[in-house]
């Protein structure tokens, strides 16, 4: 029973689908299956004249089962199970365009069967990249009461076109509408209207949607000829293909409408190519804004150096903007991709003929003349600039790996390599570093201030034999903070007096027991505009205990620690071009937490009239599992006497009792 091959509707119009034996009963223990498929723009549907078969709820004996295609193959969905006598009284079930209907049998009773019809109707999920979608006499035989719905869906970055051929749903202008089709811009019935949305008598005109979806809707009340409408897929307007020339050596690229957002779901692809024995330059400039995903799988620009989607792939880049990029060929495939409802800015960039400098936006890396390491001289006339850039807060150390230049001097009045720096504060304030054109001393290690560097090769009109350089760059940060020891010492903000950049810093210091510590200011030069820098001090090592802040202004000379401990927390959020500050700090005055805690019996208390403290007694016995420690703890609120403790306190206090690494005890107040 049942069938081998899909039955197609489309063809039929209908089917009779009758149970083995109809009307004269089933056989036992059938497991029987027919396949219906119609064409994507249209579903199936079921309706059952007739149901007898042997039962017990829920459908546990006989019984008819309904499945539906997922996404168009044959990937099912069971939608319902049929057994009862007044399943013949439900709705019509529908499913895509493709259905399986399985009828199964044990081998007790039986009974007459089931009789049952299968229709094709209008309405469906399209993923064609072109196509018809006609609902007229000639496809159906009754338009009355239809409701239809579509959603038409093309490769993503392309959009739709449609064009109504036949368009005449029995409307006027006068009439209410009760006859409609209903068009939107993306692939729900909440998505935009496309167009006026609402078209009752007069056709619609060629229209394009802005994504790749497209929902569809048509509804009649009273008999009408119908539509025909026709679909294609539509590429973006982006791309091409650019050869460049000695003469016109560079072209620059963009995402579409930039620097405004592009359309959702846009794909566009670019070829450049130059002659062949050239290399092609890619150097991104102005904005670099994408969606930042996993893997840059949602929205992303795409660099190959060939001329086709399979060449070897240089990179894929979302988060951040690239380093100027060198092809080895001498074309380069350029793909810009993204699959989100709001996408970002996009990119620009300048595609060129390769000759020498760009930008490097990286911790690490190298930068070498023209022909380094072919048994070449490098080309006269060169004039070329990389700018350097790592991270925020960072500086960049250089030294040259090779360093051979004609027309060596010590004025490097020929050819030679120069490093600038970029003011932190002001970008376009470049100041030299040096100028080098031979090895020495100098050139082993050159540091910079700046996290932006240029670098700057000039060779002259003659070209003499030389190797050329090979100057390689690492970037580093300055470092502050950790532990100080010393009873007396300095304490100075990064790179004191010079600008300061962002960075946080934290101090602790310890002393000999028994001792405070004092801070003096020295020096304290803040930006007093925004309030982005500061210090803090603290008696603990974990800023439990504060003690101050010193901020832009502040007058405070002086910062004392009640114990012999003291943390001190500077940050800067923006770099400017104040010196920081420096402090010196001393241990000559006594603590103020003092008790002797090693007497078989004694008291400790708080110190009086302060307003913050944080005191530490330490006791070590040598053979504590013979001893028992009793602590009787007190708190005396002298100040507000029959009031919770609590009230009269700015900050909670604490007192806490450890017995080695374990916590004992701790009391609030």
Not at 508 to 523: A, F, N, P
Request: overall charge neutral.
């Amino acid at each position: 029973c049942g069938s081998t091959e899909a039955i197609n509707i489309n063809t039929l119009r209908n089917y009779t689908l009758q149970s083995p034996g109809y009307p004269d009963g089933y056989g036992h223990n059938l497991d029987c299956e027919w396949i219906f498929s119609t064409i994507p723009e249209n579903h199936l549907q079921i309706d059952f004249y007739n149901v007898d078969l042997d039962y017990r709820f829920p459908c546990l004996y006989d019984h008819v089962e309904i499945y539906s295609g997922k996404n168009g193959v044959q990937d099912w969905d069971l939608l319902t199970n049929i057994c009862l006598p007044n399943d013949t009284y439900r709705e019509t079930i529908e499913t895509t365009n493709l259905m399986k209907v399985a009828f199964k049998t044990d081998s007790y009773k039986n009974s007459t069967g089931f009789n049952a019809m299968i229709t094709e109707t209008c309405g469906g999920s399209v993923g064609k990249s072109s196509g018809i979608i006609s609902v007229t006499n000639s496809t159906f035989s009754n338009l009355y009461s239809l409701r239809c719905q579509w959603n038409i869906s093309v490769r993503t970055g392309r959009t739709i076109q449609i064009q109504f051929t036949v368009f005449d749903i029995g409307e006027n202008a006068d009439s209410k509408c009760n006859n409609y089709l209903l068009l939107r811009n993306g692939q729900s019935s909440s998505s935009p209207m496309l167009g006026d949305g609402k078209y009752c008598y007069h056709r619609p005109p060629t229209m394009q949607t802005t994504s790749n979806h497209l929902y569809v809707k048509f509804r009649t009340k009273t008999r009408v000829r119908g539509f025909t409408m026709k679909y294609n897929e539509v590429s973006i307007n982006c791309g091409g293909t650019f050869s460049l020339s000695t003469l016109d050596n560079s072209t620059t690229i963009s995402s579409p409408n930039y620097p405004n957002i592009p359309l959702p779901h846009t794909e566009c692809k670019w070829l450049i190519s130059a002659v062949p024995g050239e290399s092609i330059q890619i150097d991104f400039i102005e904005r670099f804004d994408l969606t930042d995903t996993l893997d840059c799988d949602k929205e992303y620009v795409e660099i190959r150096d060939g001329g086709t989607f399979l060449s070897p792939l240089i990179g894929r880049y979302c988060e951040s903007m690239p380093s100027t990029i060198v092809s080895r060929d001498n074309m380069i495939f350029i793909k810009f991709f993204t699959d989100i409802e709001e996408p970002r800015n996009g990119f620009k960039l300048r595609a060129s003929i390769a000759k020498c400098g760009g930008t490097i936006r990286d911790t690490t890396g190298e930068i070498r003349s023209r022909y380094f390491n072919n048994k070449k001289s490098y080309p006269k006339k060169e004039n070329c600039t990389w700018e350097i850039v790592g991270p925020e807060g960072h500086f960049i150390i250089f030294s040259f790996e090779t360093l051979d230049l004609a027309y060596r001097s010590q004025l490097c009045f020929a050819d030679y390599v120069e490093i600038f720096e970029h003011s932190i504060i002001d970008y376009n304030n470049i100041t030299s570093v040096g100028k080098y054109c031979y090895k020495n001393n100098d050139t082993d290690e050159i540091r910079t201030t700046s996290n932006k560097i240029q670098v700057r090769f000039t060779s002259s009109d003659r070209n003499l034999p030389a190797a050329g350089f090979l100057l390689k760059f690492t970037t580093s940060r300055e470092k502050c903070g950790g532990s100080l020891e010393n009873d007396f010492g300095i304490i100075t903000s990064p790179r004191y007096p010079a600008i300061m950049f962002p960075t946080r810093c934290e101090w602790t210091i310890k002393v000999t027991k028994g001792k405070m510590i004092q801070v003096e200011i020295l020096d304290l030069d803040f930006d007093t505009t925004r309030p982005s820098q500061g210090l803090a001090f603290s008696n603990s090592d974990n800023f439990a205990a504060h003690i101050t802040f010193v901020k832009p202004n502040d007058k405070i000379k002086y910062i004392n620690s009640t114990d012999n401990t003291m943390s001190v927390f500077f940050w800067a959020i923006h770099s400017s071009n104040h010196r920081g500050f420096k402090l010196r700090y001393t241990s000559d005055q006594p603590s103020i937490c003092i008790a002797d805690f090693s007497s078989p019996s004694g008291v400790i208390y708080s110190p009086q009239n302060c307003t913050y403290y944080h005191c530490i007694w330490k006791r070590v016995d040598g053979d504590a599992s013979s001893r028992t420690l009793v602590l009787k703890i007190s708190i005396n609120n002298a100040n507000n006497p029959g009031t919770s403790p609590l009230s009269s306190c700015k900050f909670t206090s604490s007192v806490t009792v450890t017995a080695g690494s374990k916590l004992a005890n701790k009391f609030r107040f």
